[in-house]
């Protein structure tokens, strides 16, 4: 049984920072993109980073030198490392794992953890 769990969200005041983690189990994540997405009331899941299983990232232009996202493949854990927070950070924070294999796509989805962040 696959299963993405996050932690490390939470209440943070606006300039300060939080680091979420996503432990992963059933899949060998090295082998997949892994990402962070949220979802905000009222407003559809977007991406916030990704990172390939060769290391390359991708961020939102509205996370761009706010957000880091890394991975550690040893501990089949990834990380997302989120400073100058801003009220509109505030979202349900999402871990995901996504490969293509054979032509199929395997995608899974970690429960959320919500990111308040008061101005």
């Known amino acids: 049984q696959v299963k993405l769990v996050e932690s490390g969200g939470g209440l943070v005041q606006a300039g300060g920072s939080l680091r979420l983690s996503c432990a992963a189990s059933?899949?060998?994540?090295?082998?997949?993109?892994m990402g962070w997405y949220r979802q905000a009331p009222g407003k559809q899941r977007e991406l916030v980073a990704a990172i390939t299983s060769g290391g390359s990232t991708d961020y939102a232009d509205s996370v761009k030198g706010r957000v880091t996202i890394s991975r550690d493949n040893a501990k089949n854990t990834v990380s997302l490392q989120m400073n100058s927070l801003k009220p509109e950070d505030t979202a349900v924070y999402y871990c995901?794992?996504?490969?293509?294999?054979?032509?199929?796509?395997?995608?899974?989805w970690g429960q959320g953890t919500q990111v308040t962040v008061s101005s």
């Open positions: 995901n794992a996504n490969r293509q294999i054979f032509g199929s796509r395997r995608t899974y």
């Open positions: 059933g899949i060998t994540s090295s082998l997949y993109t």
